[in-house]
């Protein structure tokens, strides 16, 4: 089993739609969370994080946390086209001291 | 502040040659971190570096080795170069270590590309 999963494929959401992103994980040790938002050709940029259960609201981001079914989500609220990009789900490994990947989601915001 | 800085951000190579890549942390940051990226995957872990000491290791060959400096700049290096090391080298880092939930910050990468 992958440490961390992002399984949806290429998600194309009209400009001012919620765009969600789901992402699982292994380790029930795992305290810190992370989204990440990679533009093409560029390096992760840090957009959330979320280290308790529930949800954490910033802007137009909403990151949710269930530790006991090991999930954690993004919400995109009111898309817009710079939004176009793929998003990172990571989550921080106590025993290696290093961040865990999921392979990522791309996101098209269609204007 | 300046964010992470990462040279040369752009690297070509044949195989069998030596490389090393160059990172600056935030300032503050005392936590540096390397990752290895290749198309259409996450990033992968390779290194984690805390006040000078290794703190972590992925799953990379020993062909892969960095080091710290007193300054909290680091380097990569990776030996013996083959076509599969063809990726978005990038560096991340932190006040702290990962296992205190801070959050890494990673500069814009270097892309090296193996003939």
């Known amino acids: 089993q992958k440490e961390v999963e992002q399984n949806s494929g290429p998600l194309s959401v009209p400009e001012g739609a919620i765009a969600s992103l789901n992402c699982t994980y292994s380790?029930?040790?795992?305290?810190?969370f992370f989204w990440y938002r990679q533009y093409s050709g560029k390096s992760p940029e840090l957009i959330m994080s979320?280290?308790?259960?529930g949800d954490k609201e910033d802007g137009r981001f909403t990151a949710q946390l269930n530790k006991a079914s090991q999930y954690v989500s993004l919400l995109i609220r009111d898309s817009q086209p710079s939004d176009s990009a793929t998003y990172l789900c990571?989550?921080?490994?106590?025993?290696?001291?290093?961040?865990?990947f999921g392979k990522g989601n791309q996101v098209v915001v269609i204007p | 502040d300046a964010g992470v800085t990462q040279s040369p951000t752009h690297l070509i190579k044949t195989r069998g040659q030596h490389v090393t890549l160059r990172c600056s942390p935030i300032?503050?940051?005392?936590?540096v971190s390397w990752y290895q990226q290749v198309l259409g995957q996450g990033p992968q872990f390779i290194f984690q570096?805390?006040?000078?000491?290794?703190?972590g290791r992925g799953n990379f060959p020993d062909r892969f080795s960095a080091r710290q400096f007193p300054n909290y700049s680091s380097e990569l290096n990776v030996n013996a170069l083959l076509l599969g090391d063809s990726a978005l080298y990038l560096c991340?880092?932190?006040?702290?270590?990962?296992?205190?939930?801070?959050?890494?910050?990673f500069g814009d990468g270097t892309r090296l590309s193996i003939l």
């Open positions: 991340a880092s932190s006040l702290d270590s990962v296992i205190l939930g801070q959050p890494q910050h």
């Open positions: 979320i280290y308790s259960n």
């Open positions: 380790d029930r040790g795992s305290q810190s």
């Open positions: 570096y805390y006040e000078k000491e290794e703190r």
């Open positions: 990571a989550l921080g490994l106590y025993g290696n001291n290093r961040l865990a």
């Open positions: 300032s503050g940051h005392k936590s």
